[in-house]
């Protein structure tokens, strides 16, 4: 049973447009959930971290958490083609736990 | 440093030998994680450490793998008898605190011949 899932796209969007990306999870015990950005042959970047229930907005990006759904989601305004990249969603494994769970990702395409 | 560093970038050896990693993090950062990633894979978590204590070691994948790490600092990853399926990418990470953003290295690209 897979803890983290991801779409695995691509997800293709024009320049300009509203690019959003979902993660499931499992453990309803998870209390912390982060966004990273990984280029192709690079290491992953944080891009994003929430807590609690909403929305947390940092610039161009968004990060929504409902908990009760066990959804994530990440939302970039204003796509851009160095956006392009593959997202990685990680959960905590549960309440207390310092173990991060990845998904395999979502891999963006911004057209020009 | 301002980052994570690790170390070597890449790694070639044949099969059967030892390999060891290193990783240092990012100044004043409590805790440190392994992870590796295979080609077409997700992360994988290995094992962290607060402070010089890993509190739970079942993620590495056999009894071949061990770490430490020393004064708080820096970490080693040191895989035994190396296997062909020991081939990844090692990422090592840091957090201020436990449970914190973690912030991660380059990674070392390691090949068994």
């Known amino acids: 049973q897979k803890e983290v899932e991801q779409n695995s796209g691509p997800l293709s969007v024009p320049e300009g447009a509203i690019a959003s990306l979902n993660c499931t999870y499992s453990d309803r015990g998870s209390q912390s959930f982060f966004w990273y950005r990984q280029y192709s042959g690079k290491s992953p970047e944080l891009i994003m971290f929430i807590y609690s229930n909403g929305d947390k907005e940092d610039g161009r990006f968004t990060a929504q958490l409902n908990k009760a759904s066990q959804y994530v989601s990440l939302l970039i305004r204003d796509s851009q083609p160095s956006d392009s990249a593959t997202y990685l969603c990680?959960?905590?494994?549960?309440?207390?736990?310092?173990?991060?769970?990845f998904g395999k990702g979502t891999k963006l395409s911004v057209i020009p | 440093g301002a980052g994570v560093s690790q170390s070597p970038s890449n790694k070639v050896t044949e099969k059967g030998k030892d390999v060891e990693l290193r990783c240092d993090p990012i100044?004043?950062?409590?805790?440190l994680y392994w992870y590796r990633q295979s080609l077409g894979q997700g992360l994988e978590f290995l094992i962290y450490?607060?402070?010089?204590?890993?509190?739970?070691k079942s993620g590495l994948p056999s009894d071949r793998f061990s770490a430490e790490r020393t004064g708080g600092s820096v970490s080693t990853l040191t895989i035994q008898r190396t296997q062909q399926e020991d081939s990844a990418v090692y990422l090592c990470?840091?957090?201020?605190?436990?449970?914190?953003?973690?912030?991660f290295g380059d990674g070392t690209r390691l090949s068994i011949l």
């Open positions: 990470a840091s957090s201020l605190a436990m449970g914190g953003p973690q912030h």
């Open positions: 450490f607060q402070g010089n204590s890993a509190p739970d």
């Open positions: 100044s004043g950062h409590t805790a």
């Open positions: 990680a959960v905590n494994r549960g309440a207390g736990s310092y173990q991060l769970t």
